[in-house]
T-cell receptor
């Protein structure tokens, strides 16, 4: 079993839709949770960062962590064509000192 | 502008011909790392460095070498490239620890070994 599981998609939605991206993880010791966005032919860029259960909001983006279920989510409201990218979840384990990435979900927002 | 710079962006080479991909960061970050990204496999760590002269293997180090003689530079060396090293490579850096607050990535180097 992979330490971090993410459905690779692809996911295609119409402009304005609410998008939900999800990851599950196996190790309850994982401490820090991140979402990266990667545009085609670019490096991943940090989008959201959180270390606690609950929600963190930044504009149209909301990151949600449920440590009891070992489940993290990224919600995008009022999705735009410019949101079309691959979204990677990443989790940092203080025990191993490693940042572990999910496979990434490819999102396409159609005008 | 704070950034991680990789060169070259694209490289086509032949099997066995030694090559170096350079990585430089201007943020005074202690931690630097190399990843390769392959379809269906995601990002896999090759090597990382906690500080100058301190390097360690990641998950897929075979066929690669690194060095960290200066804080800002972390080159990736392929002594004898093979076709299975055809991939998209990313250098990343982090201010503290090993990435608890996220990495800054370079724009990537697409390597093709024929």
């Amino acid at each position: 079993q992979k330490e971090v599981e993410q459905d690779p998609g692809p996911l295609s939605v119409p402009e304005g839709a609410i998008v939900s991206l999800n990851c599950t993880y196996s190790n309850s010791a994982f401490q820090y949770f991140m979402w990266y966005r990667q545009y085609s032919r670019k490096g991943p860029e940090l989008l959201m960062y959180t270390y606690s259960s609950g929600n963190k909001e930044d504009g149209r983006f909301t990151a949600q962590v449920d440590k009891s279920s070992k489940y993290i989510s990224l919600f995008i409201r009022d999705s735009q064509p410019s949101d079309s990218a691959t979204y990677l979840c990443a989790i940092f384990s203080g025990n191993t000192g490693k940042l572990i990435f999910g496979q990434g979900t490819t999102l396409q927002v159609k005008p | 502008e704070a950034q991680v710079t990789q060169n070259p962006r694209y490289l086509i080479t032949v099997t066995g011909k030694k090559l170096t991909v350079t990585c430089s960061q201007n943020m005074n970050h202690e931690y630097m790392s190399w990843y390769r990204q392959d379809p269906g496999l995601g990002l896999r760590q090759i090597y990382y460095s906690m500080n100058v002269e301190v390097t360690d293997k990641g998950d897929v180090p075979e066929g690669y070498k690194v060095s960290r003689k200066e804080k800002r530079n972390f080159p990736l060396i392929l002594e004898s490239p093979s076709p299975n090293q055809t991939s998209l490579y990313f250098c990343a850096s982090s201010l503290s620890g090993q990435g608890a607050r996220g990495y800054t990535f370079g724009s990537g180097t697409r390597l093709t070994v024929v």
